[in-house]
């Protein structure tokens, strides 16, 4: 075929190998590339490669897309103190932002004429990815086999099997998506409204049940230490999830809207996330004003719900990103955290910018800056709107 470079969005899984297969056989030249956000060992990768080498890729690429992760998106994420309907750390959404990012990017990078992901039309991943190819490469042409041709599992597995592939693809009892950000898992019982998930079906069961300590160090919003051990951002928040996983900790099941007007249901651990996000909280109401705590709280739920919603590109995720990272200017110290199974304490903080710290009183027992007549003062001006309204309105 003339113009035939394809870049398929490769996960090894159903769907993208009967995509690879199909797509290779009607003679495009495809490129599979699987974006690594923190889900895949190094054991996982050279299995897919081999998957995709024999479902008739012309390349294989895996990209270690972690660093941009961790800059672009899950930054601002605990700049926001990000939780969607306040019990989600937006997991996947947040990876599929950077895996379409990481794919289009390569693709304009190869010069391929098309781009293929293995979405359903009955997902929010359709939208993410149609959205962000779209934005940033209108000259490329999308192609989705699973969403056009509304494919059955059992009809892709019959196809690949008519092409000698008799590999088994045995639905797993439960869905796990694992990330840098978080584990998404789904199952029969998220389907309904009423059954949890049992103990089993999260990849991380508990292993720890003496309490423990650990410490967290911001500096500027950012994570930088550990229990005091330094390292990239990355890295400590993936020491924190070895440490903190092993308490069964932030495990949660997810209600809320999904793109396309229905309500979904998914059920996630998210240790590191949690400790972070919270932890990350606590630090701002000790060093952030009433109203840069009280005007980020909106901004950030707007920017996941953008986020979520796949319009990362539009400019104004940008204006939110520089408002947040301006408000952290003075978000650093640190937070010790006790961690429990199944849960964890928020013991208290330290930072040279506590604002508890200043010299004008102390909550409840003492002012040091004012006078008692200036306090009556003050609460009869703080009053008088509503004493006005009230007076005006009392017979009516």
């Given at each position: 075929?003339?113009?035939?470079?394809?870049?398929?969005a490769?996960?090894?899984?159903?769907d993208?190998?009967?995509?690879?297969?199909?797509?290779?056989?009607?003679?495009?030249?495809?490129?599979?590339?699987?974006?690594?956000?923190?889900?895949?060992?190094?054991?996982?990768?050279?299995?897919?490669?081999?998957?995709?080498?024999?479902?008739?890729?012309?390349?294989?690429?895996?990209?270690?897309?972690?660093?941009?992760?961790?800059?672009?998106?899950?930054?601002?994420?605990?700049?926001?103190?990000?939780?969607?309907?306040?019990?989600?750390?937006?997991?996947?959404?947040a990876?599929?932002?950077?895996?379409?990012?990481?794919?289009?990017?390569?693709?304009?990078?190869?010069?391929?004429?098309?781009?293929?992901?293995?979405?359903?039309?009955?997902?929010?991943?359709?939208?993410?990815?149609?959205?962000?190819?779209?934005?940033?490469?209108?000259?490329?042409?999308?192609?989705?086999?699973?969403?056009?041709?509304q494919?059955?599992?059992?009809d892709?597995?019959?196809?690949?099997?008519?092409?000698?592939?008799?590999?088994?693809?045995?639905?797993?009892?439960?869905?796990?998506?694992?990330?840098?950000?978080?584990?998404?898992?789904?199952?029969?019982?998220?389907?309904?409204?009423?059954?949890?998930?049992?103990?089993?079906?999260?990849?991380?069961?508990?292993?720890?049940?003496?309490?423990?300590?650990?410490?967290?160090?911001?500096?500027?919003?950012?994570?930088?230490?550990?229990?005091?051990?330094?390292?990239?951002?990355?890295?400590?928040?993936?020491?924190?999830?070895?440490?903190?996983?092993?308490?069964?900790?932030?495990?949660?099941?997810?209600?809320?809207?999904?793109?396309?007007?229905?309500?979904?249901?998914?059920?996630?651990?998210?240790?590191?996330?949690?400790?972070?996000?919270?932890?990350?909280?606590?630090?701002?109401?000790?060093?952030?004003?009433?109203?840069?705590?009280?005007?980020?709280?909106?901004?950030?739920?707007?920017?996941?719900?953008?986020?979520?919603?796949?319009?990362?590109?539009?400019?104004?995720?940008?204006?939110?990103?520089?408002?947040?990272?301006?408000?952290?200017?003075?978000?650093?110290?640190?937070?010790?955290?006790?961690?429990?199974?199944?849960r964890?304490?928020?013991?208290?903080?330290?930072?040279?910018?506590?604002?508890?710290?200043?010299?004008?009183?102390?909550?409840?027992e003492?002012?040091?800056?004012?006078?008692?007549?200036?306090?009556?003062?003050?609460?009869?001006?703080?009053?008088?709107?509503t004493?006005?309204?009230?007076?005006?309105?009392?017979?009516?």
């Open positions: 075929m003339k113009d035939s470079k394809l870049v398929l490769y996960s090894g899984g159903l993208t190998s009967y995509s690879l297969r199909k797509l290779s056989k009607e003679g495009y030249e495809v490129h599979a590339v699987s974006i690594n956000t923190g889900g895949f060992s190094k054991i996982e990768i050279q299995d897919i490669e081999k998957k995709a080498y024999q479902m008739g890729a012309h390349l294989y690429k895996n990209i270690d897309a972690l660093d941009p992760f961790y800059d672009k998106i899950v930054k601002y994420l605990i700049y926001g103190n990000v939780l969607r309907n306040n019990t989600y750390p937006l997991s996947v959404s990876e599929r932002i950077i895996q379409a990012v990481e794919i289009v990017t390569y693709a304009k990078a190869i010069g391929a004429t098309y781009i293929a992901h293995g979405s359903t039309g009955a997902g929010n991943d359709q939208v993410r990815f149609d959205m962000i190819f779209q934005v940033m490469a209108p000259e490329i042409k999308i192609i989705t086999l699973i969403r056009d041709n494919l059955s599992r059992e892709e597995i019959e196809y690949l099997k008519t092409q000698g592939i008799d590999v088994p693809w045995e639905k797993a009892k439960y869905s796990i998506n694992q990330g840098l950000w978080g584990t998404s898992v789904g199952g029969s019982e998220t389907l309904t409204s009423d059954l949890p998930l049992p103990d089993s079906a999260y990849p991380s069961p508990l292993k720890k049940e003496k309490e423990e300590t650990v410490s967290l160090k911001f500096t500027h919003g950012e994570l930088t230490e550990v229990n005091g051990e330094t390292g990239s951002p990355v890295a400590l928040i993936q020491n924190l999830q070895e440490r903190a996983k092993q308490y069964a900790i932030g495990r949660d099941i997810h209600v809320g809207d999904t793109i396309i007007g229905i309500k979904g249901r998914v059920g996630f651990e998210a240790a590191a996330p949690t400790l972070i996000i919270k932890a990350h909280h606590l630090l701002e109401k000790h060093t952030l004003s009433k109203w840069q705590q009280f005007q980020k709280e909106q901004l950030a739920n707007f920017y996941g719900m953008q986020l979520h919603e796949g319009h990362y590109l539009d400019p104004v995720m940008r204006d939110m990103e520089a408002f947040m990272e301006s408000s952290q200017k003075q978000v650093t110290g640190t937070v010790f955290i006790k961690l429990h199974p199944y964890f304490e928020l013991l208290g903080i330290q930072s040279p910018n506590d604002l508890m710290q200043a010299e004008f009183g102390s909550y409840g003492m002012n040091k800056g004012w006078t008692a007549e200036e306090a009556k003062g003050f609460i009869k001006l703080t009053a008088n709107a004493k006005i309204y009230q007076h005006l309105n009392q017979e009516k």
